[in-house]
């Protein structure tokens, strides 16, 4: 099994990656075991938060090179690679949290920058070294690298292919937390239980006005917000959350 779904507890889907023989490099099998996966918990109401584990070598290793290897530009063209799978999972409404240990590398850096938060160990590693194996990154690393952590840092690592360590992409903006790597798990238990643990239409919104950041022009982005705020004051979640607070309680969620 290339995907583990480890447990549901507390309204959080844990899942781990399983080709530790190959150090988790992404395959057409493991691409849609996960994104299976995924959409069957965004789906789920029961759960308000994803978190996605590699090992403690490695997050991702990358794209599968032995399995590119034989590709020419019609087979890549045909297949279009997984480059828009990585984007259907950019498209999930639930918030999902990549907890990374070891490499993060090409499709790994991308698979990670598709979720919503990095946790990181202190050993992570991240790279985009396609320009190493004579081509380019082609699930979204020179556009969401870029706007992660800047075009200058972001050629930097596309041209030279070279590893930047926890701390420099913490530093950068791409890693959310370095967190040491015995407490990693416990970590991000905590933060998508909290996440979950709020009202989920709520989450959702909030989600999604981050993400029109990247897509729009300030003013658009503005306007996207105040539209998302206002349609907050549409759920009997707004109220309750403000009527709790008021009345010195713990919110009781409807979830609408
Ligand atoms: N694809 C296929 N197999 C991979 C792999 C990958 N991306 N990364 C590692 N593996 C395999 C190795 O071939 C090896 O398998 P065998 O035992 O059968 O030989 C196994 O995983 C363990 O790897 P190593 O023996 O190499 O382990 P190491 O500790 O010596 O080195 C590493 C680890 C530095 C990560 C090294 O494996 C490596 O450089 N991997 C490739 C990294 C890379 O270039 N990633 C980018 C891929 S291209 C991409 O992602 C394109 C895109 O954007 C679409």
């Not at 160990?121 to 320009?131: G, N």
């Not at 996440?195 to 003013?219: D, F, R, W």
């Not at 998302?228 to 709790?244: N, Y």
Request: neutral net charge; glycine residues 8%; proline residues 4%.
């Amino acid at each position: 099994m290339t995907l583990i779904i480890e447990k549901c507890a507390r309204g959080v889907a844990h899942l781990r990656l399983n080709r530790p023989e190959a150090l988790n490099a992404l395959n057409a099998a493991l691409i849609d075991a996960l994104l299976e996966a995924v959409q069957r918990h965004n789906s789920n109401p029961e759960i308000g938060c994803i978190v996605l584990y590699g090992t403690d070598r490695a997050f991702v290793a990358g794209a599968d090179i032995k399995a590119m290897l034989p590709k020419d530009f019609a087979d890549v063209q045909a297949e279009e690679m997984f480059v828009f799978r990585i984007n259907d999972l950019a498209k999930i409404q639930k918030p999902l949290i990549a907890v990374v240990e070891g490499y993060a590398l090409g499709g790994g850096c991308e698979l990670a920058m598709a979720c919503d938060i990095i946790l990181a160990s202190e050993k992570a590693q991240f790279a985009q070294p396609e320009i190493t194996l004579g081509t380019i990154p082609g699930l979204g690393g020179t556009q969401r690298l870029t706007r992660a952590v800047g075009k200058a840092k972001a050629m930097d690592l596309v041209l030279s292919g070279r590893r930047m360590k926890a701390e420099e992409a913490e530093r950068a903006g791409l890693v959310s937390r370095i967190v040491p790597s015995e407490e990693l798990h416990a970590e991000a238990t905590k933060l998508a239980e909290t996440i979950a643990g709020y009202s989920h239409p709520v989450v959702k919104m909030a989600k999604q006005a981050v993400n029109l950041a990247a897509e729009t022009t300030l003013s658009q982005g503005l306007q996207n917000e105040k539209q998302l705020f206002e349609a907050s004051f549409a759920l009997e979640d707004r109220r309750e959350g403000m009527t709790a607070f008021a009345e010195k309680r713990k919110p009781v969620w409807q979830q609408r």
